[in-house]
């Protein structure tokens, strides 16, 4: 099949690029000597799963419920829920993890763990629970020199269905980086947190099992991850224009497109308007301290070529950028295909019930995504 013979929008996918960052990351952690636990939550696609964790464990990264049971009913089986349980997911952990789902679960409650192992207990099941630490984000976690990674590691530790798993981290805060110095001063900061709090935990007599962490950005640029044992990046396997920016990737290792129709031209006020609006692309705006003009997304010609537009301005299901250039804006008649590379491709995706995979300028497979929590 064509590109230019599907409904617009839809969402495409670079199979050669995919496979070229997949293959990139898994040397990168093997360099690195740590074990690859990738984040699914960007694609919520088995296939390019089984492509990011070949020659892996296996193991993963899963940001709903949802994801954790569609991926386990497709033989993945040790998965990470990397967000904080809360009591009224208790009953699917438990049912996940009787079905024989390695399902490991994290906290910054010192409230939870009993809650957690009352509920274990009951459904006689044991978990791996990972102690989140804040590293800088200041999203979740908590204080890695505060009394409560202390307090609530000991509280796992002396349940009798939880396990300390470790502790794990998000510098999310990369994003906000202005630079690769400031990336990389990003980078060795969560590295040392993370060891140095794992070492103050085991002075006081918890194990520390495993030091997890992630973020696209901070794993691009780290030159040496001693002492940590586990990563956890997801948006390296499709990369996005923010990434692109921010220097994580190239715009050539950019594989996640979505495909759109000219549905309007005006002249007199130098635009054309595209069928793809914050429903098809959301509404991220990508890093705007590194390039003000970013808009809501690039716009490519069919074959991936970089028009030199950006998406100015969005409504629900219209996407309206400005073309000064007239002989472009004469070419971009109504009807016209491009292609957008949007600014953050995880929110992109979730708006998609299936990737239409492309290779070599045909359209070969259907993958589909699994949404949902």
């Given at each position: 099949?064509?590109?230019?013979?599907?409904?617009?929008?839809?969402?495409?996918?670079?199979?050669?690029?995919?496979?070229?960052?997949?293959?990139?990351?898994?040397?990168?952690?093997?360099?690195?000597?740590?074990?690859?636990?990738?984040?699914?939550?960007?694609?919520?696609?088995?296939?390019?799963?089984?492509?990011?964790t070949e020659g892996h464990s296996g193991a993963i990264t899963v940001s709903t419920l949802a994801e954790a049971r569609a991926f386990a009913a497709h033989g993945f089986r040790d998965v990470t829920y990397a967000v904080p349980i809360d009591l009224g997911k208790f009953r699917e952990a438990t049912e996940l993890a009787s079905e024989g789902t390695k399902l490991s679960l994290l906290t910054d409650d010192p409230e939870i763990p009993a809650l957690l192992n009352d509920a274990a207990r009951k459904a006689e099941v044991k978990f791996d629970v990972f102690l989140k630490i804040d590293c800088g984000y200041h999203r979740c976690g908590v204080d890695p020199n505060g009394p409560e990674a202390l307090e609530i590691s000991r509280r796992i530790a002396g349940s009798s269905n939880l396990r300390v798993a470790g502790i794990l981290t998000h510098a999310g805060h990369s994003y906000q980086?202005?630079?690769?110095?400031?990336?990389?001063?990003?980078?060795?900061?969560?590295?040392?947190?993370?060891?140095?709090?794992?070492?103050?935990l085991e002075s006081k007599g918890v194990r520390v099992p495993v030091i997890s962490i992630g973020s696209t950005p901070t794993i691009t640029q780290i030159e040496n991850l001693t002492g940590i044992h586990e990563v956890r990046p997801g948006n390296y396997i499709v990369f996005d224009g923010f990434q692109a920016t921010l220097g994580s990737c190239s715009f050539d290792d950019c594989a996640?497109?979505?495909?759109?129709?000219?549905?309007?031209?005006?002249?007199?006020?130098?635009?054309?308007?595209?069928?793809?609006?914050?429903?098809?692309?959301?509404k991220d705006r990508g890093p705007v301290d590194l390039d003000p003009n970013c808009g809501y997304g690039y716009v490519l010609d069919l074959n991936g070529n970089d028009l030199g537009l950006r998406i100015h301005?969005?409504?629900?299901?219209?996407?309206?950028?400005?073309?000064?250039?007239?002989?472009?804006?004469?070419?971009?008649?109504?009807?016209?295909?491009v292609r957008v590379l949007a600014n953050h491709s995880c929110l992109t995706a979730a708006q998609y019930d299936c990737y239409h995979v492309l290779e070599d300028g045909r359209i070969i497979e259907r993958w589909q995504i699994h949404r949902g929590w």
């Open positions: 099949m064509l590109v230019d013979s599907l409904k617009t929008p839809s969402l495409l996918l670079d199979l050669n690029r995919v496979r070229r960052n997949a293959a990139r990351m898994s040397q990168r952690a093997k360099k690195l000597g740590v074990k690859l636990r990738p984040h699914i939550k960007t694609h919520k696609c088995i296939e390019i799963a089984r492509l990011q980086a202005c630079s690769r110095e400031q990336l990389l001063s990003i980078a060795r900061q969560e590295r040392d947190v993370m060891v140095e709090c794992a070492r103050r996640l497109t979505v495909l759109a129709s000219v549905i309007h031209r005006s002249r007199e006020l130098k635009k054309i308007v595209i069928d793809a609006g914050a429903i098809a692309l959301s301005s969005v409504s629900q299901e219209h996407g309206q950028i400005k073309v000064d250039d007239e002989r472009l804006l004469e070419r971009l008649s109504v009807g016209t295909r």
